[in-house]
């Protein structure tokens, strides 16, 4: 989704937790394709990629787990949904002076502007 978006070029590094679907060889040849990096924890120590950690605990809690899905086009949608509706616009963050992702980026940029 952020790719799209913003573009970033190659050796963008992806992190992302130990779950088998980011090991699988499917998801590191899109990884390489698409001239990413794979960053996963190491095994038993989950301050390697903490923040992505919390991110995939908070998706799977707040969202996925509450809902029983029919289709993978269904799963996406809702996931979709949840990360651009609620998760960056909405949801505050203490790690980042409870401000929504999309209101710290802007508070971001402005102060490089300014």
Known sequence: MAWWKRNPGKDLIHHSDRGSQYASHEYQELLHEYRFIGSMSRKGNCWDNAVTES?????????????????????RSDVI????????????????????PNEFEKNLKYKKVA
């Open 55 to 75: 991110f995939f605990h908070t998706l799977k809690t707040e969202c996925v787990y509450k809902k029983t899905y029919s289709t993978k086009k269904e799963a």
């Open 81 to 100: 949904e949840y990360i651009e509706m609620f998760y960056n616009c909405n949801r505050l963050h203490s790690s980042i002076g409870y401000n929504s």
